[in-house]
Protein backbone atom coordinates (compact mmCIF):
# COMPACT_ATOMS: atom_id res chain seq x y z
CA UNK A 1 0.00 0.00 0.00
CA UNK A 2 3.04 2.18 0.80
CA UNK A 3 5.29 3.09 -1.82
CA UNK A 4 7.82 6.17 -0.86
CA UNK A 5 10.03 4.30 1.25
CA UNK A 6 12.95 5.56 -0.68
CA UNK A 7 12.04 9.40 0.03
CA UNK A 8 13.28 10.63 3.74
CA UNK A 9 12.05 12.75 6.13
CA UNK A 10 12.80 16.47 5.20
CA UNK A 11 11.45 16.14 1.51
CA UNK A 12 9.79 19.03 0.50
CA UNK A 13 6.29 18.32 -0.74
CA UNK A 14 7.05 19.83 -4.29
CA UNK A 15 9.43 16.99 -4.33
CA UNK A 16 7.45 14.47 -2.86
CA UNK A 17 4.71 15.37 -5.20
CA UNK A 18 6.99 15.14 -8.04
CA UNK A 19 8.54 11.93 -7.16
CA UNK A 20 4.97 10.61 -7.03
CA UNK A 21 3.80 11.55 -10.42
CA UNK A 22 7.16 10.10 -12.22
CA UNK A 23 6.06 6.59 -10.68
CA UNK A 24 2.66 6.75 -12.66
CA UNK A 25 3.72 7.38 -16.45
CA UNK A 26 0.68 8.23 -17.65
CA UNK A 27 0.33 10.99 -15.21
CA UNK A 28 -0.57 13.96 -16.72
CA UNK A 29 0.60 16.11 -13.85
CA UNK A 30 -2.91 17.55 -13.06
CA UNK A 31 -3.50 16.16 -9.52
CA UNK A 32 -0.43 16.96 -8.54
CA UNK A 33 -0.81 20.66 -9.14
CA UNK A 34 -3.89 20.30 -7.77
CA UNK A 35 -2.59 19.09 -4.67
CA UNK A 36 0.18 22.01 -5.12
CA UNK A 37 -2.98 24.67 -5.40
CA UNK A 38 -4.42 23.48 -1.96
CA UNK A 39 -0.87 23.81 -0.08
CA UNK A 40 -0.48 26.97 -1.74
CA UNK A 41 -4.11 27.84 -0.20
CA UNK A 42 -3.56 26.33 3.02
CA UNK A 43 -0.12 28.84 3.81
CA UNK A 44 -2.40 31.71 2.76
CA UNK A 45 -4.83 30.70 4.87
CA UNK A 46 -2.18 29.80 7.82
CA UNK A 47 -1.11 33.26 8.14
CA UNK A 48 -4.21 34.96 8.25
CA UNK A 49 -5.20 32.48 11.44
CA UNK A 50 -1.60 33.23 12.94
CA UNK A 51 -2.00 36.95 12.70
CA UNK A 52 -5.97 36.81 13.43
CA UNK A 53 -6.33 38.90 16.24
CA UNK A 54 -3.97 41.56 15.16
CA UNK A 55 -5.66 42.43 11.81
CA UNK A 56 -9.70 42.76 12.89
CA UNK A 57 -10.22 39.51 11.18
CA UNK A 58 -10.94 37.54 14.23
CA UNK A 59 -14.80 37.01 15.32
CA UNK A 60 -17.84 35.93 13.76
CA UNK A 61 -18.65 37.73 10.26
CA UNK A 62 -22.47 38.41 10.73
CA UNK A 63 -24.06 35.73 8.49
CA UNK A 64 -25.09 32.25 8.60
CA UNK A 65 -23.99 29.71 6.33
CA UNK A 66 -26.66 27.41 4.74
CA UNK A 67 -26.95 24.78 7.31
CA UNK A 68 -27.90 27.72 9.75
CA UNK A 69 -24.22 27.71 11.51
CA UNK A 70 -22.64 31.26 12.54
CA UNK A 71 -20.03 32.31 9.98
CA UNK A 72 -16.64 33.49 11.59
CA UNK A 73 -14.52 35.94 9.03
CA UNK A 74 -11.98 33.57 8.68
CA UNK A 75 -14.50 30.67 7.48
CA UNK A 76 -14.99 33.23 5.00
CA UNK A 77 -11.68 34.15 4.29
CA UNK A 78 -10.29 30.26 4.04
CA UNK A 79 -13.45 29.98 1.64
CA UNK A 80 -12.38 32.72 -0.77
CA UNK A 81 -8.62 31.85 -0.57
CA UNK A 82 -9.40 28.28 -1.27
CA UNK A 83 -11.83 28.65 -4.23
CA UNK A 84 -9.22 31.36 -5.72
CA UNK A 85 -6.76 28.80 -5.53
CA UNK A 86 -8.78 26.31 -6.99
CA UNK A 87 -10.61 28.69 -9.69
CA UNK A 88 -6.61 29.79 -10.77
CA UNK A 89 -5.29 26.44 -10.76
CA UNK A 90 -7.55 24.98 -13.75
CA UNK A 91 -7.33 21.79 -12.68
CA UNK A 92 -10.87 21.64 -11.08
CA UNK A 93 -14.48 22.21 -12.74
CA UNK A 94 -16.48 22.82 -9.79
CA UNK A 95 -15.89 22.91 -5.67
CA UNK A 96 -18.65 21.76 -3.26
CA UNK A 97 -17.52 24.27 0.15
CA UNK A 98 -19.51 24.18 3.55
CA UNK A 99 -19.57 27.60 3.49
CA UNK A 100 -21.72 27.86 0.19
CA UNK A 101 -25.12 26.86 -0.33
CA UNK A 102 -24.52 25.25 -4.18
CA UNK A 103 -21.57 24.18 -5.85
CA UNK A 104 -19.42 26.91 -6.99
CA UNK A 105 -18.49 26.26 -10.90
CA UNK A 106 -14.97 27.75 -11.46
CA UNK A 107 -14.85 28.55 -14.93
CA UNK A 108 -12.81 25.90 -15.93
CA UNK A 109 -14.61 23.27 -18.14
CA UNK A 110 -11.56 21.50 -19.03
CA UNK A 111 -10.80 21.00 -15.21
CA UNK A 112 -10.75 17.06 -14.03
CA UNK A 113 -11.54 17.36 -11.30
CA UNK A 114 -14.22 17.85 -8.26
CA UNK A 115 -13.04 19.01 -4.97
CA UNK A 116 -15.31 19.01 -1.58
CA UNK A 117 -13.88 21.11 1.15
CA UNK A 118 -14.17 22.21 4.77
CA UNK A 119 -12.18 25.47 4.32
CA UNK A 120 -11.94 26.05 8.40
CA UNK A 121 -13.27 23.47 10.04
CA UNK A 122 -13.78 24.07 13.93
CA UNK A 123 -14.84 27.40 13.77
CA UNK A 124 -15.90 27.73 17.45
CA UNK A 125 -11.89 27.35 18.46
CA UNK A 126 -10.69 30.25 15.75
CA UNK A 127 -11.63 32.95 18.21
CA UNK A 128 -9.20 31.13 21.26
CA UNK A 129 -6.61 29.86 19.65
CA UNK A 130 -7.19 25.90 19.99
CA UNK A 131 -6.05 24.37 16.47
CA UNK A 132 -8.53 24.27 13.56
CA UNK A 133 -8.10 22.88 9.81
CA UNK A 134 -9.20 22.20 6.63
CA UNK A 135 -10.59 19.45 5.34
CA UNK A 136 -10.65 18.00 0.83
CA UNK A 137 -11.45 15.45 -0.81
CA UNK A 138 -11.13 15.33 -4.47
CA UNK A 139 -12.93 13.15 -6.83
CA UNK A 140 -12.42 13.09 -10.90
CA UNK A 141 -15.78 14.34 -12.83
CA UNK A 142 -18.07 11.47 -14.51
CA UNK A 143 -19.87 14.26 -17.28
CA UNK A 144 -18.55 15.50 -20.00
CA UNK A 145 -15.32 17.83 -20.30
CA UNK A 146 -15.94 20.92 -21.38
CA UNK A 147 -18.91 21.58 -19.62
CA UNK A 148 -19.34 22.60 -16.39
CA UNK A 149 -19.69 20.09 -13.56
CA UNK A 150 -22.82 18.05 -12.46
CA UNK A 151 -24.65 17.52 -9.37
CA UNK A 152 -23.71 13.91 -10.45
CA UNK A 153 -19.82 14.61 -10.47
CA UNK A 154 -20.68 15.96 -6.58
CA UNK A 155 -22.67 13.08 -5.58
CA UNK A 156 -20.13 10.28 -5.69
CA UNK A 157 -19.63 7.52 -3.10
CA UNK A 158 -16.67 7.71 -1.24
CA UNK A 159 -14.87 4.79 -2.71
CA UNK A 160 -13.93 7.05 -5.86
CA UNK A 161 -11.94 9.93 -4.21
CA UNK A 162 -8.33 10.18 -5.97
CA UNK A 163 -7.28 12.00 -3.24
CA UNK A 164 -8.12 13.58 0.37
CA UNK A 165 -6.15 15.73 2.90
CA UNK A 166 -6.29 17.82 5.77
CA UNK A 167 -4.46 20.86 6.97
CA UNK A 168 -3.86 21.38 10.45
CA UNK A 169 -3.45 25.08 11.88
CA UNK A 170 -1.84 23.55 15.28
CA UNK A 171 1.11 23.64 17.40
CA UNK A 172 2.34 23.19 14.51
CA UNK A 173 0.80 23.45 10.71
CA UNK A 174 0.75 20.21 8.98
CA UNK A 175 -0.68 18.97 5.61
CA UNK A 176 -1.39 14.75 5.32
CA UNK A 177 -2.54 13.82 2.87
CA UNK A 178 -3.20 10.66 0.82
CA UNK A 179 -4.01 9.46 -3.12
CA UNK A 180 -4.75 5.76 -2.39
CA UNK A 181 -1.17 4.60 -1.63
CA UNK A 182 -0.86 5.34 1.98
CA UNK A 183 -0.92 8.51 4.08
CA UNK A 184 2.09 11.07 4.42
CA UNK A 185 2.31 13.93 6.47
CA UNK A 186 4.44 17.27 5.81
CA UNK A 187 5.19 19.78 8.47
CA UNK A 188 5.24 23.72 7.08
CA UNK A 189 8.30 25.29 8.09
CA UNK A 190 6.74 28.82 8.27
CA UNK A 191 10.67 30.90 7.91
CA UNK A 192 10.99 28.83 4.52
CA UNK A 193 7.47 29.09 3.65
CA UNK A 194 7.53 25.28 3.11
CA UNK A 195 6.08 21.60 3.86
CA UNK A 196 8.77 19.15 4.50
CA UNK A 197 8.20 15.65 4.88
CA UNK A 198 7.63 14.82 8.38
CA UNK A 199 5.08 11.66 8.73
CA UNK A 200 6.22 9.23 6.67
CA UNK A 201 3.77 6.25 6.06
CA UNK A 202 1.15 7.02 8.79
CA UNK A 203 -0.76 3.91 10.25
CA UNK A 204 -2.96 4.12 12.65
CA UNK A 205 -2.17 1.70 15.61
CA UNK A 206 -5.20 -1.00 15.34
CA UNK A 207 -6.09 -0.61 19.34
CA UNK A 208 -6.26 2.60 21.34
CA UNK A 209 -7.16 4.29 24.84
CA UNK A 210 -8.59 7.08 24.05
CA UNK A 211 -12.14 7.90 23.18
CA UNK A 212 -13.35 11.59 21.77
CA UNK A 213 -16.88 12.61 21.91
CA UNK A 214 -19.00 15.22 23.06
CA UNK A 215 -20.07 13.77 26.73
CA UNK A 216 -22.31 17.09 27.19
CA UNK A 217 -24.68 15.29 24.43
CA UNK A 218 -25.13 12.02 26.53
CA UNK A 219 -27.96 11.60 27.28
CA UNK A 220 -29.40 11.94 24.31
CA UNK A 221 -26.66 9.22 22.46
CA UNK A 222 -28.29 5.90 21.54
CA UNK A 223 -27.42 3.37 24.66
CA UNK A 224 -25.40 1.31 22.43
CA UNK A 225 -23.32 4.40 22.11
CA UNK A 226 -23.43 4.99 26.08
CA UNK A 227 -22.56 1.71 26.78
CA UNK A 228 -19.43 1.78 25.05
CA UNK A 229 -18.46 4.67 26.67
CA UNK A 230 -18.95 2.80 29.67
CA UNK A 231 -16.79 0.55 29.04
CA UNK A 232 -14.05 3.05 28.36
CA UNK A 233 -14.32 4.19 32.25
CA UNK A 234 -14.39 1.08 33.07
CA UNK A 235 -10.79 0.73 30.93
CA UNK A 236 -9.73 4.23 32.03
CA UNK A 237 -9.22 5.19 28.96
CA UNK A 238 -8.36 8.70 28.76
CA UNK A 239 -11.47 11.47 27.13
CA UNK A 240 -10.01 13.95 24.95
CA UNK A 241 -12.44 16.23 22.73
CA UNK A 242 -11.22 19.64 21.42
CA UNK A 243 -13.90 19.88 19.19
CA UNK A 244 -11.86 20.40 16.19
CA UNK A 245 -12.24 17.29 13.95
CA UNK A 246 -9.22 17.35 12.15
CA UNK A 247 -7.66 18.05 15.46
CA UNK A 248 -9.11 15.56 17.73
CA UNK A 249 -8.85 12.94 14.49
CA UNK A 250 -4.92 13.82 13.85
CA UNK A 251 -4.36 12.97 17.55
CA UNK A 252 -5.87 9.79 17.54
CA UNK A 253 -4.46 8.51 14.09
CA UNK A 254 -0.57 8.87 15.99
CA UNK A 255 -2.17 7.95 19.18
CA UNK A 256 -4.67 5.43 18.39
CA UNK A 257 -8.15 6.05 19.08
CA UNK A 258 -11.83 6.47 18.18
CA UNK A 259 -13.53 9.85 17.39
CA UNK A 260 -17.54 9.62 17.60
CA UNK A 261 -20.31 11.99 16.26
CA UNK A 262 -23.27 10.04 16.98
CA UNK A 263 -27.29 11.26 16.44
CA UNK A 264 -28.33 13.52 19.34
CA UNK A 265 -31.46 15.06 19.87
CA UNK A 266 -30.10 18.16 18.03
CA UNK A 267 -28.53 16.22 15.16
CA UNK A 268 -30.86 13.19 14.51
CA UNK A 269 -28.36 12.31 11.70
CA UNK A 270 -25.35 13.43 13.17
CA UNK A 271 -23.75 16.92 13.00
CA UNK A 272 -20.74 15.91 10.40
CA UNK A 273 -20.99 16.10 6.61
CA UNK A 274 -20.95 13.55 4.46
CA UNK A 275 -19.08 15.18 1.30
CA UNK A 276 -16.40 17.03 2.81
CA UNK A 277 -15.71 16.00 6.44
CA UNK A 278 -16.72 12.15 6.48
CA UNK A 279 -15.50 10.95 3.12
CA UNK A 280 -12.04 12.51 3.21
CA UNK A 281 -11.24 11.08 6.77
CA UNK A 282 -12.98 8.15 5.91
CA UNK A 283 -10.24 7.59 2.76
CA UNK A 284 -7.25 8.45 5.37
CA UNK A 285 -7.92 6.66 8.03
CA UNK A 286 -8.61 3.25 5.84
CA UNK A 287 -5.09 4.16 3.98
CA UNK A 288 -3.89 4.14 7.54
CA UNK A 289 -5.24 0.72 8.28
CA UNK A 290 -8.44 2.47 10.34
CA UNK A 291 -11.97 2.47 10.11
CA UNK A 292 -14.81 4.62 9.22
CA UNK A 293 -18.18 3.77 10.29
CA UNK A 294 -21.49 5.20 10.64
CA UNK A 295 -22.38 2.95 13.53
CA UNK A 296 -22.82 0.19 10.90
CA UNK A 297 -22.04 0.84 7.52
CA UNK A 298 -19.06 1.67 5.76
CA UNK A 299 -18.47 5.56 5.69
CA UNK A 300 -17.21 5.44 2.12
CA UNK A 301 -20.06 2.91 1.04
CA UNK A 302 -22.64 5.88 1.28
CA UNK A 303 -24.37 7.37 -1.11
CA UNK A 304 -24.77 10.80 -0.79
CA UNK A 305 -28.17 12.25 -2.13
CA UNK A 306 -27.77 16.35 -1.12
CA UNK A 307 -24.75 18.14 -0.92
CA UNK A 308 -25.00 18.93 2.81
CA UNK A 309 -25.72 15.55 3.86
CA UNK A 310 -25.54 14.48 7.57
CA UNK A 311 -24.08 11.24 8.95
CA UNK A 312 -23.01 10.28 12.23
CA UNK A 313 -19.39 9.19 12.16
CA UNK A 314 -17.13 6.79 14.20
CA UNK A 315 -13.75 6.90 13.12
CA UNK A 316 -10.40 5.45 14.05
CA UNK A 317 -8.27 2.57 15.50
CA UNK A 318 -10.23 -0.70 13.51
CA UNK A 319 -10.83 -2.22 16.92
CA UNK A 320 -12.34 0.60 18.43
CA UNK A 321 -14.67 1.43 15.49
CA UNK A 322 -15.54 -2.65 15.36
CA UNK A 323 -16.53 -2.79 18.92
CA UNK A 324 -18.91 0.51 18.87
CA UNK A 325 -20.48 -0.76 16.18
CA UNK A 326 -20.90 -4.28 17.95
CA UNK A 327 -22.34 -2.39 20.71
CA UNK A 328 -24.83 -0.57 18.55
CA UNK A 329 -25.98 -3.29 16.97
CA UNK A 330 -26.58 -5.69 20.32
CA UNK A 331 -29.24 -2.51 20.96
CA UNK A 332 -32.68 -3.77 19.75
CA UNK A 333 -33.95 -2.69 16.44
CA UNK A 334 -31.05 -0.16 15.75
CA UNK A 335 -28.62 -0.97 12.96
CA UNK A 336 -27.42 2.44 12.50
CA UNK A 337 -27.20 5.80 14.77
CA UNK A 338 -29.48 8.09 12.30
CA UNK A 339 -33.44 8.16 14.08
P1 LIG B 1 -17.86 23.20 11.77
O1 LIG B 1 -17.61 22.58 10.43
O2 LIG B 1 -19.01 24.18 11.75
O3 LIG B 1 -16.63 23.76 12.39
O4 LIG B 1 -18.43 22.01 12.71
C1 LIG B 1 -17.73 20.82 12.79
C2 LIG B 1 -17.12 20.69 14.15
C3 LIG B 1 -16.06 19.63 14.22
O5 LIG B 1 -14.81 20.14 13.92
C4 LIG B 1 -16.15 19.20 15.65
O6 LIG B 1 -15.66 17.91 15.84
C5 LIG B 1 -17.60 19.32 15.95
O7 LIG B 1 -18.12 20.27 15.05
C6 LIG B 1 -17.85 19.80 17.33
O8 LIG B 1 -19.22 19.86 17.54
P2 LIG B 1 -19.79 20.05 19.02
O9 LIG B 1 -19.49 21.45 19.41
O10 LIG B 1 -21.26 19.80 18.84
O11 LIG B 1 -19.16 19.02 19.89
MG1 LIG C 1 -16.58 21.54 9.46
Do not use: W
Not at 145 to 164: F, I, N, W, Y
Amino acid sequence: MNDNLALPVGTTLDRFIMRKQEEFPYATGELSQLLRDIALAGKIVNREINRAGLIGIAGAFGQQNVQGEEQQKLDVIANIRFIRALRNGGEVCTVVSEEEDDVIHTGNKNGKYIVAIDPLDGSSNIDVNVAIGTIFSVYRRVSEMGTEGTLEDCLQKGTRQVAAGYLIYGSSTMLVYTTGHGVNGFTYEPSLGEFFLSHPNITIPKNGSIYSCNEGNLNSFHDGVKNYISLCKENNYAARYIGSLVADFHRNMLKGGVYIYPATAKAPNGKLRLIYECNALAFIVEQAGGKASDGSKRIMDLEPTELHQRCPLVIGSSEMVAKVEEYLKAEVGINSFSV
